[in-house]
């Protein structure tokens, strides 16, 4: 037996094993009669001739944001750590049988062996702009997703990357990571300097038709609700957040690889808006460089431009490699740039029609201060 096999095996037992832990969890918790069904839902997302609407169908509380979250009293270091691991101790109902209705009617679907829920809505009835979707399951319980279509006239698309790129994690570095991720009350996660102001730009063009976002990351779906937390504490655009389940599936014992996962999104998004344009941020920290210089390799005409921010501690090396990679996509047409801050993304953008140079001083104020940018109250309406 090669390693292939070997894996391909290991992932199989592995998956096996979480059913049924997952059963025996299930059937314990039903006698214990504590919590009931829930549908937890995702930003959906797509044109006015198809939508996609996602959730996740689950036992227990949902991770939800409310307003009601955003301004929750002092908890103390333990208190954060137990509510950051309840969101990845979830019990997912395998199979159950969600109905999402739109103005074009009512649709019946079943979630998948994980509780996820990724339904295609054809002619959904649906104008450009944001509405919501009433997601119900058969023993009653109902949830309304966000649901964002895109105007066929936006001439550009956003899609950014999280981690380190709006939002400082230190995924290169595992123990700053977990202690970001587990340790802090989400109030007080930090965003990128000027990078709220920089999106708010990128997506209002003056006298143009308002641009959608999209942010893409290998970061757990457990992660929703705290990531669109954050998105509207910190005063970024709202968007569809496209992300991964943690656990084994998908070839791997751990999630889908980073790229896969993020090509295969960037690739629908493509396939699924062909009159849009795509500005693709991130950072150099992991893969992105490769992953946006693939695409863009795929896609010249399609790609406005790339900017992967340089993360702190990076080497010689790693920044020899970017620099390969950007003059290779830059010989393309496609103009790439390593960048250290959203002043120089700004400042680029505006040189080549994407953003209006008006918002520039914003953009720097905030960037060269440090400031952490503006803690707003309730979510972004839609």
Same mark, same amino acid.
């Not at 955003?70 to 049988?97: D, K, M």
């Not at 990531?227 to 970024?236: C, G, K, P, T, Y």
């Not at 501690?313 to 920044?319: A, C, P, V």
């Not at 103009?335 to 080549?352: C, G, K, N, T, Y």
């Given at each position: ?6 894996? +391909? ?28 069904? *829930? ?27 409310? /307003? ?53 809505? /054809? ?14 399951? %058969? ?14 006239? $936006?001439?550009? $698309? ?26 802090? %009350? ?36 457990? *992660? ?13 655009? *709202?968007?569809?957040? *496209? ?76 920044? +020899?490699?970017?620099?390969?990679? $950007? ?19 700004? %400042? ?5 029609? &994407? ?6 001083? +914003? ?15 309730? &979510?972004?309406? +839609?």
């Amino acid at each position: 037996m090669n390693r292939a096999q070997a894996k +391909a095996v290991l992932v199989r037992l592995a998956v096996a094993a979480e059913r049924v832990l997952g059963r025996v969890v299930m059937v314990v918790v039903v006698i214990r009669g504590r919590r009931r069904p *829930l549908v937890l839902p995702f930003i959906g997302h797509g044109s006015t001739e198809r939508v996609r609407i996602g959730a996740r169908v689950a036992m227990g509380h949902p991770d939800a944001v409310t /307003e009601d979250d955003l301004a929750p009293g002092p908890r103390s270091r333990r208190q954060v750590l137990l509510a950051s691991l309840s969101r990845f101790f979830t019990i997912e109902l395998p199979g159950a049988r969600v109905a999402i209705s739109t103005p074009a009617g009512v649709r019946h679907v079943r979630a998948d062996v994980e509780g996820y829920v990724d339904a295609v809505v /054809e002619q959904p009835g649906l104008e450009p702009g944001w509405h919501e979707a009433e997601l119900t399951l %058969e023993a009653g319980t109902a949830a309304r997703a966000k649901v964002l279509v895109v105007d066929p006239r $936006a001439d550009v $698309a956003l899609v950014s990357d999280v981690d380190d790129t709006i939002l400082e994690t230190g995924l290169t570095r595992g123990l700053a990571f977990l202690r970001a991720t587990l340790l802090t %009350e989400t109030a007080d996660r930090a965003p990128l300097p000027g990078s709220a102001a920089l999106y708010r730009a990128l997506v209002a063009p003056p006298s143009k038709v308002c641009r959608p976002v999209f942010y893409v990351s290998t970061s757990p779906w457990n *992660l929703h609700g705290t990531l669109l937390e954050f998105i509207a504490l910190r005063a970024f655009p *709202l968007g569809p957040l *496209l992300l991964t389940d943690w656990g084994p599936g998908h070839g791997n014992l751990f999630r889908i690889g980073a790229r896969e996962h993020k090509t295969g999104l960037i690739t629908q998004i493509l396939d699924e808006h062909p009159g849009l344009g795509l500005v693709l941020v991130g950072d150099t920290g992991q893969l992105d460089p490769e992953i946006y210089a693939a695409v863009a390799e795929a896609h010249p005409d399609r790609i406005r431009a790339v900017y992967v921010r340089r993360p702190p501690g990076r080497t010689l090396r790693r920044d +020899a490699e970017v620099r390969a990679l $950007a003059e290779r996509v830059t010989a393309l047409g496609v103009p790439m740039l390593a960048v250290d801050d959203s002043a120089e993304i700004a %400042e680029h953008a505006a040189s080549i029609g &994407l953003l209006d140079p008006a918002e520039i001083p +914003a953009i720097r104020a905030e960037t060269t201060d440090g400031r952490r940018g503006p803690l707003s109250v309730g &979510l972004p309406r +839609a």
